[in-house]
């Protein structure tokens, strides 16, 4: 096992002084051990070995399986700045990648997914088929990296997956709440990529507090928008999650 999860740690983007002390706990890695962050980090990596094999079976180019892995260094960078040491939090979240359900196609991840809401217009029920998009942090939402990668999903799925009926492209995101036109100037790509979407469906949620603060590496002073955000939830105020069907036509053209 330690030659696995070495072996996958080597070919991801991983900070090499962490290299020593993953090395060590993987001597005595136990499938059946106690679940810690740097359990869930090695049983993560030991699992790559039978997800690469799944992706040969589906002739899936080894560059999205890379990119799609290098999500774990995302979630293990996540656990060291908010918590001081190595290992993985958001474990069950990992769960789509390494189940090979959830694909990074360019700038967006695309998640093979039920929907979770219900609209008349769309013809869209609760537990249909659909593809859910997710924005992984890390890289700026240039609209035109969202765009190609809005274009690339459809054919990926139609080659790799063509049993995978689905209709819709759906998102999940502090990023679809109404509540952020206030805080932004229209210009903002997160509005540009909201406006994309047509929200079918809101719930309360704290993630755009975990998103600006909690997971942000600038500890230096707080930007206009993470000033208004802060200022909305000290006053009373309750952040949102979207849930919205894809509206952008361009994936036709």
């Known amino acids: 096992m330690k030659q696995s999860i070495l072996k996958w740690f080597d070919q991801l983007p991983f900070r090499t002084e962490w290299r020593e002390e993953v090395a060590q706990a993987a001597e005595s890695f136990d499938l059946n051990g106690e679940q810690t962050p740097m359990w869930h980090l090695l049983h993560a990596l030991f699992r790559c070995d039978a997800l690469e094999r799944r992706y040969t079976e589906r002739k899936i180019p080894r560059e999205i399986l890379m990119d799609t892995l290098a999500d774990i260094v995302v979630w293990a960078e996540n656990q060291y700045l908010v918590h001081g040491d190595i290992g993985l939090c958001e474990a069950p979240w990992l769960e789509g990648h390494l189940q090979m359900k959830l694909f990074c196609l360019g700038r967006l991840q695309f998640k093979m ?11 869209l029920t609760e537990g ?17 990296d969202v765009h190609a990668s809005y274009r690339s999903a459809k054919p990926f ?21 109404h ?65 919205g069907i894809l509206t952008w036509e361009g994936m036709q053209a």
């Not at 088929?129 to 035109?144: F, K, N, S, T, Y």
């Not at 799925?157 to 709440?177: A, I, K, M, N």
């Not at 790509?189 to 590496?217: C, G, Q, T």
């Open 179 to 243: 509540h952020l036109k206030g805080f932004l100037k229209p210009t903002s790509n997160i509005l540009k990529f909201a406006s994309e979407y047509e929200v079918i469906h809101w719930i309360p949620s704290n993630d755009a507090m975990r998103r600006l603060f909690e997971f942000n590496p600038n500890k230096g002073p707080e930007n206009t928008f993470q000033k208004n955000v802060r200022t909305f939830v000290e006053n009373g105020g309750q952040l949102l999650e979207g849930y």
């Open 157 to 177: 799925f139609e080659t790799f997956f063509p049993e995978y009926r689905y209709q819709h492209l759906v998102c999940g995101s502090w990023l679809l709440d």
């Open 113 to 123: 997914e039920r929907a979770i809401a219900s609209n008349e217009k769309y013809g």
């Open 128 to 144: 249909d088929a659909v593809i859910e998009v997710h924005i992984p942090q890390g890289a700026p939402l240039d609209m035109e």
